[in-house]
């Protein structure tokens, strides 16, 4: 069965510092992956999203993932927080492009002025 | 032109009732999504169609019934709603690999 963890609940980071968010999931093959950003009172929008080729992809708002199978990670990182990027971040994994998609339990990242 | 739409946004109502949210995509997807997000914000899936075919049912009381008239909509019916089935709750639609669009969410409060 798949499965995401999250390490970290809550992250905060200073205004300008990089930010980093760890995923890692389970799954017997290999998986599609989606890092969604939730603002407050808002729904889930995508950030970016691994399917198949380049390890590494670029999302938008300057963040950017790195799908590593050898460590089953797909870690989200932006190299300077702004104060907009205060919000819930979620990883998700699905096996194929037709199966659903199981979310982690979300990292809510904090950036301090 | 919103991609995703559900209404209503929020909807309070007392134990026992029947209420209804919509969904609608203008995306041309073909499968569509309901998930409840829960007040630690975990997001589990309820309900998956695809072409108005019903393709995931998760363990979800019965009293939760998910309709789709076309592949454009996919409505979700709560019978006799319980305080536990207060949440957020969240149409998404999908076309293969490219990610879920999500709609804005339902927050269902029951007093």
């Known amino acids: 069965a798949q499965s995401v963890t999250q390490l970290g609940s809550h992250v905060s980071v200073s205004e300008g510092a990089l930010v980093l968010l760890r995923c890692n999931y389970s799954?017997?093959?290999?998986?599609?992956l989606f890092w969604y950003v939730q603002y407050p009172n808002q729904g889930l929008q995508l950030l970016l999203k691994?399917?198949?080729?380049?390890?590494l992809v670029k999302g938008i708002n300057g963040f950017e993932a790195e799908f590593k199978k050898s460590e089953t990670s797909f870690h989200l990182t932006k190299p300077s927080a702004h104060m907009s990027d205060a919000a819930e971040y979620f990883c998700?994994?699905?096996?194929?492009?037709?199966?659903?998609?199981?979310f982690g339990p979300g990292t809510s990242l904090s950036v301090i002025p | 032109d919103t991609a995703v739409s559900q209404t209503p946004k929020y909807l309070v109502t007392q134990m026992g009732n029947d209420k209804s949210i919509k969904c609608e995509q203008n995306?041309?997807?073909?499968?569509m999504y309901w998930y409840k997000q829960d007040s630690k914000k975990f997001l589990k899936i309820m309900f998956s169609y695809n072409n108005k075919e019903l393709i995931i049912n998760e363990t979800v009381p019965n009293r939760f019934s998910p309709k789709s008239p076309d592949k454009a909509h996919l409505n979700l019916h709560i019978n006799s709603l319980e305080l536990g089935d207060s949440a957020v709750y969240f149409c998404?639609?999908?076309?293969?690999?490219?990610?879920?669009?999500f709609g804005s969410g339902t927050r269902l409060t029951v007093v």
């Open positions: 691994y399917t198949t080729g380049a390890t």
């Open positions: 998700a994994v699905s096996p194929t492009s037709y199966d659903k998609v199981i």
């Open positions: 995306l041309g997807h073909d499968t």
């Open positions: 799954s017997s093959v290999p998986p599609y």
């Open positions: 998404a639609s999908s076309l293969g690999p490219e990610g879920y669009t």
